[in-house]
């Protein structure tokens, strides 16, 4: 089945800061992901037309980005995700999927707000095995404990973590989002999709021990 994800959005930066952010490994560590290798289903190419546009294909899917440069040093991206679904998918897979990277994009916007700029580092960390993994909606004890250990706290709210003090940015059904002085922090619980609990560390300083602090904190979370 055919699907299509179009998004725009405002950035906070010329278009050639947006493009290293969405172009080069260093700049989409900083809100997207990194791999150490290519995804099995990553083969198809990429276009490139920098700073304005490009276009990742990959497997029956392709990815796009559009820049254009706006006012005051800014930049309007405009964004689409396209392709073939796995059939065993229904609609909810372009929900869940669009969901998803309003989330990203927003981070992206965050990123560019934040810090200019600067090359980061992406860690990922996952809690241990839940025996409620599948609850519905996402309640597993896991997250409980996470946000009860964070003080519950909402957008705005200052809170202590493994790894330093931040601010929530953004706090939906089954994500939250926390900037510190040189990362961006993101818990994703994921137990509608039947996996762990995820943190994804956007770091901008200094990466070393990162992995292993979340991922002994979460263990404690379990």
């Known amino acids: 089945m055919n699907f299509e994800i179009r998004r725009e959005i405002a950035l906070p930066a010329p278009p050639e800061e947006v493009w290293r952010a969405i172009a080069t490994r260093e700049g989409q560590a900083g809100w997207f992901m990194t791999f150490d290798e290519a995804p099995d289903d990553a083969a198809g190419g990429v276009t490139e037309d920098p700073p304005h546009r490009l276009e990742q294909r990959f497997g029956t899917q392709a990815i796009e980005y559009v820049v254009e440069a706006a006012s005051g040093g800014t930049s309007v991206l405009r964004f689409v995700h396209s392709g073939i679904r796995e059939a065993d998918w229904g609609d909810e897979w372009d929900t869940m999927t669009a969901f998803g990277w309003d989330l990203y994009l927003f981070t992206?916007?965050?990123?560019l707000r934040h810090f200019p700029g600067r090359p980061?580092?992406?860690?990922?960390?996952?809690?241990?095995?839940?025996?409620?993994?599948?609850?519905?909606?996402?309640?597993?004890q896991v997250w409980r404990n996470v946000l009860a250990a964070l003080d519950d706290p909402q957008e705005g709210d200052r809170v202590e973590t493994p790894v330093g003090p931040g601010v929530v940015d953004r706090r939906v059904e089954g994500y939250l989002g926390i900037r510190t002085d040189?990362?961006?922090?993101?818990?994703?619980?994921?137990?509608?999709?039947?996996?762990?609990?995820?943190?994804?560390?956007?770091?901008?300083?200094?990466?070393?021990?990162?992995?292993?602090?979340?991922?002994?904190?979460?263990?404690?979370?379990?």
């Open 120 to 140: 980061a580092v992406y860690v990922e960390a996952e809690a241990p095995p839940s025996p409620d993994v599948a609850a519905h909606p996402p309640t597993s």
């Open 108 to 111: 992206l916007a965050e990123y």
């Open 182 to 222: 040189t990362a961006l922090v993101r818990f994703h619980e994921r137990s509608l999709l039947g996996m762990c609990l995820a943190v994804g560390h956007h770091e901008t300083g200094d990466a070393t021990g990162i992995k292993d602090t979340w991922t002994t904190w979460l263990e404690a979370m379990a």
